[in-house]
């Protein structure tokens, strides 16, 4: 919202400076994204009459122009503008001059423009003469009869003055950002009324008073409203109307608010619906037909051309303006195309109505055009204010001498918008602020923001104005005691609670996890849980694979980000392919992560929203085995200490031969967590990586379930172990976990311990067959062990692994 503190000044006294101004509107709650000095940037531009045009002896197209600028030597200026005469009154940049816009036909550029004397076709010139744009106003709300060419300027004016001074343009503009609830904050009085509570002024409300001729209204038009979606209907007739350029003052306001001025009917309606808020629309009789103005909804299937000659279809949920016979404009969005104002219109609707903020925004939407007047509709208008909006524009219609006004309007008001009180309690402000006001203070805030104030002692029954519709419970008006107390004086005070902050078990454990992690080296990642379904695509995933089950956004704002992710993966390898190709030759990286899968079981209900660990390697240090290591610490961290990992074939993402299911051992199950191993060369050629990656994906809701932390003391040994070393010849093929397996199942309680030191493939190896070595440590919690003791364990061991496994001891 484009705010005009000259504008403002109209409704209220101001007098501090702009910086002081916008300090203290954003301390009362207005914010504001810039503030910027109108047509800042003109220096050495003053205005000048042409006294004298000659054609240029060299030039076709060049003048040579004798100007007056209040001084007693003409000013020679040679231009090629094509519609200025001898007596017209210009803006002329002298020598030396500078401009904030671009030259005519000049590309745009930021900064100033400086001007100075030089020939053109060997003809001295000692400036330029300026157009609207090259004094800066933007090409949007250049007034129409100035958009080509040099401006004329029709204002009485003083020669030789500054073209910014002469013409009002020293002004500070503020651009206020008004959210959604605060529609009142999209007009300049209700801005102004912002501003006169916040300095402690009186606000006073433009004229809306006018002479009226003895033809009343209602004997040119009536209205009928057939639907509840208008909540107010007025109209008021003007006779002999004059269409002409609006006086200048009313043209640079709505220059500063970012309107293009086009004539004076036009012009004070949307003068009008800046200053009140309330978009009006004005019909030309001629267009209205019988006479008469129907407010109902379309039928479904009807069309209508809109005044941006668009054809658009309706339906049953759109609002219409009809005469007799047909649809004359679309309700709160925009009006026909044979309704507008011509040059020879003579006699004028006034349209000024409330219509219901979800229709209206519903019709937009469905339409897909949206308007100045719809964006205010969709907010919510006040229905209190058409009868003043259409009473000011008929006071400005005649201060312009644009026409007669007719008497009385007519007025379909169906049912009258009334404020509710709300009770608000003095001692209830003051605790939720942490202040110690009066209820004085409160009464007088409430009043400067025209609130009624009634009730006694602790107990205040404030009733709003219409206007306020976002004031409806006691805590709204606790909030405006608060930013007119001003937000910079309100004690700063931690909450006050009995609450004891705690961690879940699962933020414990994630947490755990992440240090973890990031003491074995790896780095923490965070990936959008928004992605594209093309993801599982590029690393191989079957196409019936519930990793497949997306959860799919409604309103995505791509493709890249149309569903939510049902596993880590496609994330990691994107975060490695992005390090691999900025030449990172070593990456360890995790995410502990939310992913989502649709419930088949409810598909109408939420998805399974889970926790994952990924983990993702490559670097000439990595293996599969490095990979697997760290998973076996990290899960014995986590309280998981008896695992499988068993081979994997069948899973498209990993190398058919290097990878491993990760299955957790308890005592009433097994239970498979994760899965594990080298990313398949096809996969990692679809990200662009030319080495081996390895990746490790983990269930975390099933950690948690499983995991158990609780440290159990236990005595320090007191008897010494003893250990062997076995190497076994196997089959190639045979999974490790199998051996390890045997081995408890052939063990008794002596047996403390179980570590693999090698796996070896080679010469020294027949083929088909492989080497593992491993550590066994034997000892007794109540003696020592003998020989004997060992050796008759130690045999059972190797009987079953070559019983069960066809394992052979190798010579070490």
Not at 170 to 185: A, K, Q
Not at 192 to 211: I, M, S
Not at 451 to 458: K, L, P
Not at 459 to 472: E, G, H, K, N, S
């Amino acid at each position: 919202m484009l705010v005009s503190l000259e504008w403002i000044k109209d409704y209220t006294d101001i007098n501090v400076s702009t910086s002081e101004f916008c300090e203290k509107m954003v301390m009362s709650g207005s914010n504001l994204e810039t503030c910027t000095e109108f047509c800042s940037g003109i220096d050495g531009v003053v205005v000048g009459r042409i006294e004298k045009i000659e054609k240029h002896p060299e030039a076709d197209k060049l003048v040579i122009c004798q100007l007056n600028v209040g001084k007693d030597d003409l000013v020679q200026i040679v231009t090629g503008a094509d519609n200025i005469f001898e007596g017209a009154v210009v803006p002329v940049a002298l020598h030396n001059s500078k401009i904030p816009g671009p030259l005519h036909g000049a590309p745009k550029t930021e900064g100033e423009t400086k001007i100075t004397k030089g020939k053109l076709r060997g003809v001295v010139s000692n400036g330029m003469l300026c157009s609207a744009g090259e004094l800066g106003l933007d090409e949007k709300v250049v007034p129409t009869a100035h958009r080509d060419g040099i401006w004329i300027i029709e204002e009485d004016v003083k020669l030789g003055e500054d073209i910014a001074v002469a013409l009002g343009l020293t002004d500070s503009v503020i651009d206020f950002e008004i959210t959604p609830n605060r529609p009142d904050c999209l007009s300049m009085i209700g801005m102004a009324r912002e501003a006169a509570a916040t300095f402690n002024t009186e606000l006073k409300y433009p004229e809306t008073g006018c002479k009226e001729s003895d033809e009343k209204t209602e004997d040119c038009i009536q209205v009928e409203v057939k639907s509840d979606l208008c909540l107010r209907y007025t109209a008021r007739v003007i006779k002999d109307v004059k269409i002409k350029q609006s006086p200048w003052w009313l043209q640079k306001r709505l220059i500063k608010a970012g309107m293009r001025p086009i004539n004076n009917i036009v012009d004070i309606t949307n003068f009008v619906m800046m200053e009140y808020g309330q978009p009006l629309h004005a019909f030309d009789i001629r267009s209205i037909e019988g006479s008469k103005i129907i407010v109902d909804v379309a039928k479904k299937g009807d069309k209508f051309t809109t005044l941006d000659e668009v054809e658009r279809n309706l339906s049953e949920n759109i609002l219409m303006i009809n005469d007799a016979k047909k649809a004359v404009a679309i309700a709160g969005v925009m009006g026909g195309l044979d309704s507008g104002i011509m040059a020879d219109t003579t006699t004028v609707i006034i349209e000024s109505a409330t219509f219901d903020k979800d229709g209206i925004r519903k019709a937009s939407k469905e339409l897909g055009h949206r308007t100045e007047a719809s964006g205010r509709f969709e907010k919510g208008i006040d229905p209190n204010l058409c009868v003043a909006a259409a009473d000011r524009v008929c006071h400005l219609i005649e201060l312009t001498e644009s026409g007669a006004v007719l008497k009385d309007s007519v007025d379909v008001y169906p049912k009258e918008y009334v404020s509710v009180p709300v009770k608000v309690r003095v001692d209830r402000v003051n605790k939720v602020l942490g202040i110690e006001a009066s209820r004085q203070f409160m009464t007088d805030v409430f009043e400067s923001l025209e609130m009624t104030v009634s009730g006694d002692g602790n107990i205040m029954i404030v009733t709003p104005p219409t206007v306020r519709q976002d004031l409806l419970i006691e805590e709204d008006f606790i909030e405006e005691v608060a930013r007119m107390y001003g937000y910079e004086n309100l004690p700063t005070t931690l909450p006050k609670s009995n609450a004891v902050s705690g961690e879940s078990e699962h933020r414990k454990l994630r947490n755990i996890a992440r240090e973890s992690l990031c003491s074995m080296g790896f780095n923490e990642i965070q990936t959008y849980s928004f992605v594209s379904p093309r993801g599982i695509d590029k690393i191989n995933i079957d196409e019936d694979s519930w990793e497949r089950a997306f959860v799919e956004l409604i309103n995505p704002l791509g493709d890249e980000n149309s569903v939510m992710r049902t596993i880590l993966t496609p994330n990691m390898m994107d975060v490695l392919a992005r390090n691999y190709s900025r030449k990172i030759e070593k990456v360890r990286a995790f995410e502990i992560g939310n992913t989502f899968v649709k419930n088949f079981m409810n598909l109408d209900g939420l998805p399974d929203e889970t926790y994952s660990i990924c983990l993702g390697m490559y670097g000439e240090d990595v293996n599969f085995f490095s990979l697997k290591g760290v998973i076996k610490e990290l899960l014995n961290i986590l309280g998981i200490e008896r695992l499988s990992f068993i081979a994997e074939k069948e899973y498209g993402v990993y190398h058919p031969g290097r990878c491993a299911r990760i299955v957790a051992h308890t005592k009433d199950e097994d239970v498979e967590i994760g899965i594990m191993g080298e990313i398949h060369p096809d996969v990692t050629d679809n990200y662009g990586i030319s080495q081996r990656v390895y990746v490790c994906e983990i269930m975390f809701e099933i950690i948690h379930e499983l995991s158990d932390r609780e440290i159990v003391f236990s005595q320090l040994p007191k008897y010494p172990s003893t250990s062997r070393d076995i190497a076994l010849l196997v089959d190639e093929d045979l999974e490790v976990g199998k051996i390890e397996e045997t081995i408890l199942e052939a063990s008794t309680e002596i047996l403390e311990s179980l570590k693999m030191f090698d796996i070896y493939k080679g010469k020294q190896v027949a083929e088909g067959k492989k080497s593992v070595a491993y550590s066994l440590t034997y000892r007794h919690r109540d003696k020592t062990l003998k020989d004997a003791d060992v050796d008759m364990v130690h045999e059972n061991i190797l009987k079953a692994l070559e019983s069960k496994l066809s394992a052979t001891l190798r010579e070490m």
